[in-house]
């Protein structure tokens, strides 16, 4: 009788940890073949060292216009803890989530030019350029086939690449799930870390390709303020941001 309440108390703390683990985030990166940790969210700051930008929980940010969707809550950089992954351009990223729990919605990926150090850039008033996204694959929006079902197959992660002719200098990454899941109510997942660009590129992007963020999304966006149950046999959805720049 005790052992069994002792289990069954045992099995309700499991659930709720489970539960408050759910959504997520980027823990680790593959940067051109070396492996970086990400910031322990949970976790104080104080005395972590990552390429990653501070970012507190799993919890999602569920306004548009939100101060965090830049580089999610809080977005601080770490100080002295603050580390930049070297990678030439033209490389290859892979983000890793924890196991990611939502198949319905977007993955986009963003970078913004530090003109300088981003360990002191406020990353609320950099330029954002879109450098890859994928939404819906195939079949209709409630239904069908979504990017964030394929960052699940993959592992819960994502690859991309650095746009070959992009101009070396210091640079975010920013990688962020937008879920659409749960009707007029999106949610976004952003986290941001820190690289140093090489190379002998000199392609930046301009114009309509760079947007702030918060400023690029709104709630009457097609694809972010959406009910997607109501949409049985809609095949198209509309990627929230700029157009993706590929460099060329
Ligand atoms: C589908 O395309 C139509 C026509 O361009 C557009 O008005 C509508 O907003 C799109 N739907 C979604 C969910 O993006
Ligand atoms: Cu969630």
């Not at 983000?95 to 913004?112: E, F, L």
């Not at 991309?160 to 976004?188: K, V």
Request: glycine fraction near 12%.
């Amino acid at each position: 009788m005790f052992i069994s309440a002792t289990f069954a108390a045992l099995a309700i703390a499991l659930s709720q940890m489970s539960q408050v683990s759910a959504h997520g985030g980027v823990l680790s990166y593959n940067i051109a073949g070396t492996t970086y940790q990400g910031f322990k969210a949970y976790n104080t700051p104080t005395g972590q060292s990552s390429i990653q930008r501070e970012w507190d929980t799993y919890n999602p940010i569920t306004d548009p216009t939100s101060g965090s969707l830049s580089c999610n809550s809080n977005g601080a950089s770490l100080g002295s803890g603050q580390l930049s992954a070297t990678v030439a351009a033209g490389s290859s990223i892979t983000a890793y989530w924890n196991t990611w729990p939502h198949s319905i919605g977007p993955v986009m990926v963003y970078m913004a030019s530090c003109g300088g150090s981003c360990t002191s850039a406020n990353t609320a008033s950099l330029n954002w350029f879109k450098i890859d996204q994928k939404g819906l694959i195939s079949g209709d929006l409630p239904t069908g086939q979504w990017a964030q079902g394929e960052l699940i197959a993959d592992g819960s992660s994502w690859t991309t690449s650095i746009p070959s002719s992009l101009a070396p200098g210091e640079y975010f990454i920013r990688h962020e799930l937008l879920a659409i899941h749960t009707s007029n109510q999106p949610q976004f997942y952003p986290e941001c870390a820190q690289l140093k660009v090489t190379g002998s590129g000199t392609a930046q992007p301009s114009g309509s390709y760079l947007v702030k963020l918060p400023g690029a999304y709104k709630m009457s966006d097609p694809g972010v303020g959406i009910d997607v149950y109501s949409m049985p046999g809609v095949t198209n959805y509309t990627i929230p941001g700029p157009a993706v720049w590929t460099g060329n």
